[in-house]
Nanobody, 113 residues
Framework: QVQLVESGGGLAQPGGSLRLSCAASGIIIRLNGMGWFRQAPGKQCELVADITSGGTPGYADSVKGRFTISRDNGKNTVYLQMNSLRPEDTAVYYC???????WGEGTLVTVSS
């Protein structure tokens, strides 16, 4: 059974940082691109960042320079380091394996003073 488990969400102040993790089980992710998506209340799900199997990252314009995606294939885990958080980053964050119909259940990030 394939599972993606996101963790690391929570409450952060504007300007603060959080580090999200996405741990995969039941599948080896090293051959797959991985993505972090988010969905804010009342808004569509959007791509935040992704990373190829070779480790090349890509970012949405709204998070460039603030967020960093990385992967540790040995741990079968993908990370999203989020710095300089803004209230508009508030959302449920999900990870996804590209090319496979698997999503995690998400982790809530709330940015508020």
């Amino acid at each position: 059974q394939v599972q993606l488990v996101e963790s690391g969400g929570g409450l952060a102040q504007p300007g603060g940082s959080l580090r999200l993790s996405c741990a995969a089980s039941g599948i080896i992710i090293r051959l797959n691109g991985m993505g972090w998506f988010r969905q804010a209340p009342g808004k569509q799900c959007e791509l935040v960042a992704d990373i190829t199997s070779g480790g090349t990252p890509g970012y949405a314009d709204s998070v460039k320079g603030r967020f960093t995606i990385s992967r540790d294939n040995g741990k079968n885990t993908v990370y999203l380091q989020m710095n300089s958080l803004r209230p508009e980053d508030t959302a449920v964050y999900y990870c996804k394996i590209y090319g496979r119909p698997y999503w995690g259940e998400g982790t809530l990030v709330t940015v508020s003073s």
